[in-house]
C-alpha cells in the first residue's frame, strides 16, 4: 500500500492517455483539470482535451508535441512542458494489468478530490454556516470515481453470453406473502428500490416488518432503518411475527417463555440489525457508511435494506426550497443509485393524500408529495381499503407499478396487525383471479361484504373476530387485546 502512495498519479495517468486507447476511453472523460496538481501535467491534460475537442480522438506523445508546438502557449511554459515529456514520460514504464491501473487511478483521483472537498469545505464554513447539504455533495462527488471495466453486452459479439442471461433465473427473494411473490414473479430482486404507498395509518410499518421478517426466514441478512419509530418497538413488532406470539402479550410474558419461543425460531433467521435516526438526519451517506460498518463488523453481506420511509430522509443533492416534487424525487434517485452500486434491494414506502382514504381506487396519482419516486421505483404497490374491509381485517394491494412482470393488479391480503402478518386470502392462481376480478368491479363508495361473497365462493369459513378501526387511533397504538 505504501508503493501505491509512492508512485507519481499524475504522471502515470497523463503517460496512459497518451498511450493507452482502452485506457483514455475508460478515463478520460471522468477527468478535470482540478485532478492536475502540477502546472506541466495541467497544461499536458488540458492540451488533450483540445487535440481531443479538434480530432475527436486521442493523441499519441508525438502529436501532442507537435499540437502544442505550433500553439501560443507561453515560451517558457511551453519549455518546461517539453521537458517534463522528454525526461518524466520517456522514462515511464507501461502498466500491463488494466484493471490495476484502474484500480489505481480511481484511487488516486478520490484522494486528490477529497483533499479538495476538505479545503473547500474549510473555507466555505469560515464564510457561512448552513452549508450541510454542499458538504456533503462536495464529498459524495469526490468518492465517485468508478471506471467500470464491463463495457456491457453488444448485439452482435455477445450473442451466446446474451442467451445465457436470458436463461439464468434472476437473484430473487420471497417476500412470505404468496399473493405478493404473485406479483414479483417470486420475489424482490437485488438492485431495484421497492414502494408500498399507503394513507396515514394504512399498515405501511406492518407490511416492511411482515416481509423483512419473511426475507429473513430464509437466512437473508436485512437492515431496517426508523424514522418514526425506536429500535426496541420495531424488533418488538418483528418478534410478534417470527414468534406469531400478539404485541400485547410481551408486556405481562416471562423471560424463560420468551427465550423458549425465540430458541424454536433462532436458528432459521438471518441477521437482522434496527437502527433509529431522527425525521430529516438521514441521508444515503449515512446509509452508505452504516451498511460498510455493519458488514464488515459482522463479517456478514447484507440481502436488503428497509427504509421507514423515504419521505423522512434528506437529499443529499436537492434541497426542501427545490419543491417537494424535485427533492422527494431526488431521494427516491440516491435511493435506487444506492441499490444498484451495492447489488442490493431496498424497500421503503411512501404517504398517499387524504383523498386515498376509504378510497379502493386510488393508487400512485394520490401520492401527496412527490409522483416523482413512483417514476423512479421499480415496484409500487398503493395499500388500500375503507370500513368494511377493515372490520374483515383485509387490504387491497394494488400493483401500480411492476418492472419485474408487469402484472397491475389487485390482490387481497388478510391482516393481523396484532401479530405483524399478512397473507393472501386465496393463495391459489384462480382464486386470486376470481378476486382480482371481484375487486374491480367493486364501486369505491359502495362496498359491499367482499369477504362474505369470497368465503362463499371458496368454501372458507367465516370469521367474524374484531373490528378494526383507523380512524381514531396510530397502526402504532391499536388495543390489540380486542383481536384475541
Do not use: C
Request: glycine share 4%; aromatic share 12%; no cysteine.
Amino acid at each position: 500500500m505504501n508503493e501505491l502512495n509512492n508512485l507519481d498519479g499524475e504522471k502515470i495517468i497523463i503517460f496512459h492517455l497518451l498511450k493507452n486507447p482502452a485506457y483514455f476511453a475508460r478515463v478520460f472523460s471522468k477527468l478535470e483539470e482540478n485532478n492536475f496538481k502540477k502546472v506541466e501535467t495541467k497544461t499536458i491534460y488540458q492540451y488533450i482535451k483540445k487535440f481531443h475537442k479538434n480530432f475527436e480522438k486521442s493523441p499519441s506523445i508525438k502529436e501532442l508535441a507537435l499540437f502544442m508546438m505550433e500553439s501560443g502557449l507561453d515560451k517558457n511554459l511551453k519549455q518546461n512542458v517539453f521537458n517534463y515529456i522528454k525526461t518524466e514520460l520517456k522514462n515511464e514504464q507501461d502498466i500491463k494489468n488494466f484493471d490495476f491501473l484502474i484500480q489505481f487511478t480511481q484511487r488516486h483521483l478520490k484522494k486528490i478530490s477529497l483533499m479538495d472537498a476538505i479545503l473547500e469545505s474549510v473555507d466555505e464554513l469560515k464564510q457561512k454556516d448552513d452549508i450541510e447539504n454542499d458538504i456533503i455533495v462536495k464529498f459524495e462527488k469526490a468518492l465517485n470515481y468508478n471506471f467500470d471495466t464491463d463495457l456491457g453486452l453488444e448485439f452482435h459479439n455477445d450473442l451466446e453470453n446474451r442467451f445465457k442471461k436470458y436463461q439464468e433465473e434472476f437473484r430473487k427473494i420471497s417476500t412470505g406473502i404468496n399473493v405478493l411473490d404473485d406479483l414479483l414473479g417470486g420475489g424482490f430482486r437485488s438492485k431495484t428500490l421497492n414502494l408500498f404507498l399507503a394513507p396515514s395509518h394504512g399498515g405501511k410499518t406492518a407490511l416492511k416488518i411482515a416481509v423483512s421478517a419473511g426475507m429473513s426466514l430464509q437466512k437473508k441478512n436485512g437492515l431496517y432503518i426508523s424514522l418514526e419509530m425506536e429500535e426496541a418497538e420495531i424488533l418488538k413488532r418483528f418478534d410478534a411475527n417470527l414468534l406469531y406470539t400478539q404485541l400485547h402479550e410481551f408486556d405481562n410474558m416471562s423471560w424463560d417463555v420468551y427465550k423458549s419461543k425465540y430458541d424454536k425460531v433462532k436458528d432459521y433467521v438471518g441477521k437482522f440489525f434496527v437502527k433509529e435516526y431522527p425525521a430529516g438526519g438521514f441521508s444515503v451517506f449515512d446509509l452508505q457508511f452504516l451498511k460498510d460498518e455493519i458488514e464488515n463488523e459482522h463479517n456478514i453481506k447484507l440481502d436488503y435494506i428497509v427504509i421507514d420511509y423515504l419521505n423522512l430522509m434528506k437529499s443529499t443533492r436537492a434541497k426542501l426550497s427545490q419543491g417537494s416534487y424535485t427533492y422527494f424525487k431526488s431521494i427516491a434517485e440516491e435511493l435506487h443509485g444506492f441499490a444498484k452500486q451495492n447489488d442490493i434491494i431496498i424497500i421503503s414506502s411512501s404517504q398517499m393524500n387524504r383523498s386515498s382514504y376509504n378510497n379502493t381506487e386510488a393508487g400512485m396519482e394520490n401520492i401527496s408529495e412527490s409522483i416523482g419516486v413512483i417514476a423512479t421505483a421499480d415496484f409500487a404497490a398503493s395499500m388500500l381499503s375503507n370500513e368494511e374491509l377493515r372490520q374483515q381485517k383485509q387490504i387491497i394491494l394494488k400493483a401500480d407499478k411492476n418492472r419485474y412482470t408487469g402484472k397491475l393488479e389487485k390482490v387481497l391480503l388478510e391482516v393481523d396487525f396484532s401479530r405483524m402478518t399478512f397473507k393472501g386470502v386465496i393463495d391459489e392462481q384462480a382464486g386470486i383471479k376470481q378476486i382480482n376480478q371481484r375487486v374491480n368491479e367493486i364501486d369505491n363508495n359502495n362496498l359491499p361484504d367482499l369477504t362474505s361473497q369470497l368465503n362463499a365462493s371458496f368454501g372458507v369459513p367465516e370469521d367474524s373476530t374484531g373490528d378494526l378501526k383507523f380512524d381514531d387511533t396510530s397502526e402504532d397504538d391499536f388495543d390489540f387485546g380486542d383481536f384475541e
